[in-house]
């Protein structure tokens, strides 16, 4: 069955830029979401089909989706942009979840 | 305003029983298709199941099938999970999660805040 590999955990410095991947098996093929969860509140969609911002979301949030790696871009990073950080994919009419990145801002 | 609330959420013993359901507002709830998503305390997301706008396409992860049943009734904008054989690796935060389109393949465009399940004796 498909796996998507995130990273445990990432630290970005006050102001820097936050990258936060999401491995899987030519995923560059596959459509990618991505939903910040910051700590007591529900998930909230930040990203769409690898690149798209929904609206209110600021364009300090990018994405990007080629090869094996979809990656999240947190650019100037802020103290509220903290919390768990999950990428999605459709796979044989089922959803997948990564296992999370935790996005702590130093 | 886009609302989901869920409800019926609680404590159960293993083996038994327990009906999710899901009230919305602020959309044109029989246009999309819905989910739930669980969250178990202290892991990450696990999508449960889904439903098309028209009840006719249902998908569920491996792990609740035979066990867990998805439902909607458009006309109370309500989406239901009947669970049962509940098992303690069931206990988790219930989402329910409205789809950005009618079908599959779409993201979650938003999410309730959740119905805590746990199954303990």
């Known amino acids: 069955s498909y796996e998507l590999t995130q990273s445990l955990s990432v630290s970005v410095a006050l102001g820097q830029t936050a990258r936060i991947t999401c491995g899987g098996n030519?995923?560059?093929?596959?459509?990618v979401h991505w939903y910040q969860q910051r700590p007591g509140q529900a998930p909230v969609l930040v990203i769409s089909?690898?690149?798209n911002r929904p609206s209110g979301i600021p364009d300090r949030f990018s994405g990007s989706n080629s090869g094996n790696t979809a990656t999240l871009t947190i650019s100037r990073a802020q103290v509220g942009d903290e919390g768990d950080y999950y990428c999605?994919?459709?796979?044989?009419?089922?959803?997948?979840f990564g296992g999370g990145t935790k996005l702590t801002v130093l | 305003e886009i609302q989901l609330v869920e409800s019926g959420g609680g404590l159960v013993q293993p083996g038994g029983s327990l009906r999710l359901s899901c009230a919305t507002s602020?959309?044109?709830?029989?246009?999309?298709?819905m989910h739930w998503v669980r969250r178990v305390p202290g892991k990450g997301l696990e999508w449960v199941s889904g439903?098309?706008?028209?009840?006719?396409?249902?998908g569920q992860a491996d792990s609740v099938k035979g066990r867990f049943t998805i439902a909607r009734d458009n006309a109370k904008s309500s989406l239901y999970l009947q669970m049962s054989s509940l098992k303690p690796e069931d206990t988790a935060l219930y989402y329910c999660?409205?789809?950005?389109?009618?079908?599959?393949?779409?993201?979650?465009?938003?999410w309730g805040q959740g119905t805590m399940v746990t199954v303990s004796s």
């Open positions: 999605q994919v459709w796979d044989t009419n089922a959803v997948l």
């Open positions: 030519d995923i560059g093929r596959k459509s």
């Open positions: 089909r690898d690149r």
């Open positions: 439903i098309n706008w028209n009840s006719r396409e249902r």
């Open positions: 602020g959309f044109t709830f029989g246009d999309y298709a």
């Open positions: 999660v409205k789809d950005y389109g009618s079908g599959w393949y779409s993201p979650f465009d938003f």
